[in-house]
């Protein structure tokens, strides 16, 4: 344990509490021997947060963010690790997921990507491949010196992994490709409701992300789907996320036969 780092999951959100529960689930089936923390950011000024577990801090703002990387940077803020693990609020997290953060992140890396996770289309795994910048891994160092997120909305973390990638003296990234039976991060794409990567980056002739995300939530929560005022967390899985791995291993290995 001594020699295992100190992992903060970082997790921002708005009015999406059936995923939030389920990312938490996530969190407390890890498995990892060492220091690890849940940091939730929440910014619905109608929804007020609560979980009570050591390892995990809920802070609940009354105003939302004018951009998404500011809300990083004020999650980052809160964050006491060392590595910096993104922890989506809308996708899975497997039990050996910071197990396999603390054996594939060198000592002298600055950031990791999945180069073969799970990604997920409805309730169904559609492959296991590369996941882009979803659920990538850095050093707190790296963002310090980096001056935090740049204050973009959809879009920031691209800006932020080239910035990161490209700058001098920049060290190699480190692409972790575990074998499928041990993947452990969900890209869960398809199905699962109002999707920032799928919105495009902000242009002038409509509202930005954020806006629309709001207004999204604001129609939810006037049918009825949304609740307000104190919410306490009710962490869960929908489904049995290592048996859908499982699954789907066993009928790549016999295709492949």
Not at 60 to 78: R, V, Y
Not at 107 to 116: Q, S, T
Not at 140 to 145: L, M, R, Y
Not at 190 to 213: A, L
Request: charged share 25%.
């Amino acid at each position: 344990m001594e020699n295992l780092p100190f992992i903060s999951c970082k997790c921002i959100t708005y009015g999406r509490l059936h995923f939030l529960e389920e990312a938490v689930e996530s969190f407390l089936k890890q498995d990892y021997a060492g220091q690890k923390e849940l940091i939730i950011v929440n910014d619905y000024p109608l929804q007020k947060l609560s979980y009570e577990h050591p390892e995990i801090k809920i802070i609940n703002l009354e105003e939302t963010f004018l951009t998404i990387g500011e809300k990083e940077n004020f999650a980052l803020e809160q964050c006491s690790g060392e590595l910096i693990a993104v922890w989506d609020d809308d996708d899975i997290a497997l039990p050996n997921h910071l197990s396999n953060i603390a054996k594939y992140f060198t000592e002298d890396g600055e950031l990791l990507l999945w180069g073969n996770g799970a990604l997920v289309h409805g309730n169904n795994i559609h492959e296991l491949t590369g996941l882009g910048n979803s659920g990538i891994v850095y050093t707190k160092k790296i963002w310090k010196e980096l001056g935090g997120h740049p204050l973009e909305n959809a879009g920031y973390d691209t800006t932020f992994v080239n910035q990161i990638i490209y700058r001098q003296g920049a060290k190699p990234m480190i692409v972790a490709y575990p074998p499928n039976e041990e993947v452990s991060w969900f890209y869960m794409w398809g199905g699962r409701g109002y999707h920032m990567s799928g919105q495009g980056t902000d242009t002038p002739d409509k509202p930005n992300v954020i806006q629309r995300h709001s207004e999204h939530v604001e129609l939810e929560r006037q049918a009825g789907r949304i609740l307000t005022g104190d919410v306490q967390l009710n962490p869960n899985w929908k489904y049995d996320y290592k048996q859908m791995l499982k699954d789907y291993v066993s009928r790549l290995h016999n295709s492949n036969i």
